[in-house]
């Protein structure tokens, strides 16, 4: 069965940081590969996505993931963080050709950013 | 994208009794899924609500506890039954669009007293 790992739960920042932030999947076939951010109080937002192509991919404010498939791996970054970045960030993994198409998350990563 | 509709955006139950919540979405789609976020953690899918079919059941959860109805393409429900503070969790839907991903609802918070 497929699943998703976050190493980090918990990590402090000062503003214009940069920010890694890991993700491991285990599946051997094909994946579609999300980062979802979940702002204080509100619902879940995309951020970004891959699908196939280009392993870098970039999204919505100013964040970029780089899928590693040799390493299994979709990292998050973002090179200079900001206090409205505070958030928790969830990793989430498709494997598609399934029955179900199914989207499996990571236990999510919580970021604060300090002014 | 599309726009999923759910509601009630909250709610506050005795224990014993079942709540339904609904999912509306402004298109057809093939499949619906359901998630509960406990507090403090990630998503755990439910179940996967398939039009004209019985829902597909995670681990852990069984059809007695949350019923789940799929009446068309464009809406479902999520029961959950003889609820316990334990059952106290956002509950979201979502729905897969070939190309973009998936889209969520707004969730629905359920306190049990």
């Known amino acids: 069965a497929q699943s998703v790992s976050q190493h980090n739960h918990h990590v402090i920042l000062s503003e214009a940081a940069s920010l890694e932030l890991g993700c491991n999947y285990s599946?051997?076939?094909?994946?579609?590969l999300f980062w979802y951010v979940q702002y204080p109080g509100q619902h879940l937002q995309l951020l970004l996505k891959y699908f196939s192509g280009d392993p870098l991919v970039k999204g919505i404010k100013g964040f970029e993931a780089e899928f590693i498939k040799s390493k299994f791996s979709f990292n998050l970054r973002k090179p200079s963080v900001q206090w409205s970045d505070t958030a928790e960030y969830f990793c989430?993994?498709?494997?598609?050709?399934?029955?179900?198409?199914?989207?499996?998350f990571g236990t999510g990563t919580l970021l604060a950013v300090q002014p | 994208s599309a726009v999923i509709s759910q509601k009630p955006s909250r709610d506050i139950c005795q224990r014993g009794t079942s709540l339904t919540i609904q999912c509306q979405v402004d298109s057809q789609v093939t499949m619906m899924f359901w998630y509960r976020q406990q507090p403090g953690q990630s998503l755990t899918l439910i179940a996967t609500?398939?039009?004209?079919?019985?829902?597909?059941?995670e681990s852990g959860f069984v059809i007695d506890k949350f019923p789940i109805s799929r009446p068309n393409l464009t809406f479902s429900t999520l029961t959950v039954s003889n609820m316990s503070p334990e059952d106290s969790s956002i509950y979201l839907c979502?729905?897969?669009?070939?190309?973009?991903?998936?889209?969520f609802g707004s969730g629905t918070r359920l306190t049990v007293v």
């Open positions: 609500a398939n039009q004209g079919s019985e829902a597909t059941y």
């Open positions: 989430a993994v498709n494997a598609y050709g399934g029955a179900t198409n199914k989207l499996i």
């Open positions: 599946y051997g076939g094909s994946v579609n």
């Open positions: 979502s729905v897969a669009r070939t190309n973009y991903g998936y889209t």
